[in-house]
T-cell receptor, first 112, second 113 residues
Framework: EDQVTQSPEALRLQEGESSSLNCSYT??????LFWYRQDPGKGPEFLFT???AGEEKEKERLKATLTKKESFLHITAPKPEDSATYLC?????????????FGKGTKLSVIP | DAGVTQSPTHLIKTRGQQVTLRCSPK?????VSWYQQALGQGPQFIFQ???????QRGNFPDRFSGHQFPNYSSELNVNALLLGDSALYLC????????????FGSGTQLSVL
């Protein structure tokens, strides 16, 4: 069964304290790995897509990396406005279809 | 540039009732996908509509059905509501029947009492 697991479930950081969020996946037919940010009461907002092991993408204080079994979202010197739930999702191909399977997310709180 | 819009934002129903949720995709997008997000969970794929046809479906019962109109807007219908259907229902739009780089709306919060 295809699975996407995120850890930790929740993370509290002091402003400026760098850390990483983990997304591990056991899927067949991975076509891409996506990261989204979700604020309370809002829909997910697209951040990155990674397609192959070794690939890296950066945006402001965020950097996403991908290996054959997991992806990391590195947050450098976070600010309070980075507080949100971060979701990863695997785009899986099978029987002619492509579906996104999401993890449960990591709730990040950045304390001033 | 209008993003993905969903209506209503909140809805309260009782068990056994039927509900219709609506979605207008981002300007220029022709594909609409629906997701269910329970509290504390990630979104779960319900189905995708492209060219007015259901193209892909997740593991949801036939009580969940949908429609896409010629202007690309879409409806999600849920019959015989159960308490477990209480969730945030998200609509996402994309281009060309693909699931790449989805743009999500803010969702409809459905409560079933």
């Amino acid at each position: 069964e295809d699975q996407v697991t995120q850890s930790p479930e929740a993370l509290r950081l002091q402003e400026g304290e760098s850390s990483s969020l983990n997304c591990s996946y056991t899927v067949s037919g991975l076509r891409g790995l996506f990261w989204y940010r979700q604020d309370p009461g809002k829909g997910p907002e697209f951040l990155f897509t990674l397609y192959s092991a070794g690939e890296e993408k950066e945006k402001e204080r965020l950097k996403a990396t991908l290996t054959k079994k997991e992806s990391f979202l590195h947050i450098t010197a976070p600010k309070p406005e980075d507080s949100a739930t971060y979701l990863c999702a695997a785009l899986i191909s099978g029987a002619g279809s492509y579906q996104l399977t999401f993890g449960k997310g990591t709730k990040l709180s950045v304390i001033p | 540039d209008a993003g993905v819009t969903q209506s209503p934002t909140h809805l309260i129903k009782t068990r056994g009732q039927q509900v219709t949720l609506r979605c207008s995709p981002k300007s220029g997008h022709d594909t609409v996908s629906w997701y269910q997000q329970a509290l504390g969970q990630g979104p779960q794929f319900i189905f995708q509509y492209y060219e007015e046809e259901e193209r892909q479906r997740g593991n949801f019962p036939d009580r969940f059905s949908g429609h896409q109109f010629p202007n690309y807007s879409s409806e999600l219908n849920v019959n015989a509501l159960l308490l477990g259907d209480s969730a945030l229902y998200l609509c996402a739009s994309s281009l060309g029947g693909l699931n790449e780089k989805l743009f999500f709306g803010s969702g409809t919060q459905l409560s079933v009492l």
